[in-house]
């Protein structure tokens, strides 16, 4: 499958999950998370989706509450995408951000010592 078809794949899980988390979850909990990626394997059946959140609650718990709704979201996006199968979701919580964030400020204490 070419990498551009995977791409737009990608993007459209994670355009499509954002919006059954924002429009159809009733869950709390699940409002506070935000999809940051998606990588689809090359033969559909599996996705990684990777996610931040404002919550407080300990990253553990929290990726296993995500990990415990992801039959309903599978479901909901295998109505919404148009795919042969739909991929089996894994939730992986994204510390991206928050390494950004000590980096950066990291680079401000640098810079405020000189």
């Not at 993007?11 to 499509?16: A, G, T």
């Not at 699940?30 to 300990?58: E, G, H, N, Q, W």
């Not at 919404?80 to 951000?97: A, G």
Request: net charge negative; proline share 2%; no cysteine.
């Amino acid at each position: 499958m070419p990498s551009h078809r995977l791409a737009k794949i990608n993007s459209d899980v994670v355009r499509e999950i954002s919006e059954i988390i924002f429009s159809d979850a009733r869950d709390e909990l699940l409002k506070t998370i935000t999809i940051t990626a998606a990588r689809v394997s090359k033969d559909l059946s599996y996705a990684k989706i990777y996610f931040t959140s404002l919550s407080d609650m300990d990253h553990t718990s929290l990726v296993k509450e995500v990990n415990e709704a992801s039959s309903f979201i599978r479901t909901e996006l295998a109505s919404r995408l148009n795919l042969r199968h739909t991929p089996e979701l894994e939730f992986v919580y994204d510390d991206s951000i928050a390494y950004a964030n000590r980096i950066e400020n990291i680079i401000k204490e640098i810079n405020a010592d000189e």
